[in-house]
């Protein structure tokens, strides 16, 4: 976010004293890398939205298999996202793609931002579904619930 505001402000600050500056390109390079690390906290803090239509109908014994069979879903959609990410990453290197605007930046960079921050959201999923099998309550269920308690307090 710090990177999207810098380069808005140099474009800002560059009308002013007749400079060109092109934000667009650097600004969406940060957004996407933004969203990519944020995936896991926003996962782990229950914030991703949610269809829990079906869970509500579940009774408690097989609820814990409903939540393995979608977050082993999502491993897998994960683990397929990031392995072609970095696939991806590598072959931007290999053949020394650049970005077409006025900042000529080699596009492995900002699409090495999606790479890894698949790579921590596929680590949070994995580690959701050991700590599922072994009987604990989701995570992402205790903070949202935790969070909506707080809400109400206030």
């Not at 999502?74 to 683990?79: A, L, T, V, Y």
């Amino acid at each position: 976010m710090v990177a999207i505001a810098l380069t808005i402000i140099a474009q800002i600050c560059g009308r002013f004293v007749g400079i060109a500056i092109d934000s667009t390109e650097s600004a969406g390079f940060s957004l996407a890398g933004l969203t990519f690390f944020g995936l896991a906290y926003t996962f782990r803090q229950g914030e991703h939205i949610r269809v829990t239509l079906f869970l509500r109908l579940v009774r408690t014994p097989f609820r814990k298999y409903v939540e393995l069979f979608t977050v082993g879903f999502c491993i897998i959609f994960i683990g397929y996202l990031t392995y072609w990410s970095f696939d991806f990453v590598y072959f931007s290197h290999k053949f020394g793609d650049i970005s077409p605007g006025l900042l000529a930046i080699p596009f492995w960079i900002p699409r090495l931002a999606m790479a890894l921050g698949s790579l921590v959201f596929l680590t949070a999923l994995i580690d959701e579904f050991v700590s599922i099998a072994s009987g604990a309550k989701p995570s992402y269920e205790a903070n949202a619930s935790s969070a909506h308690q707080q809400i109400m307090e206030d």
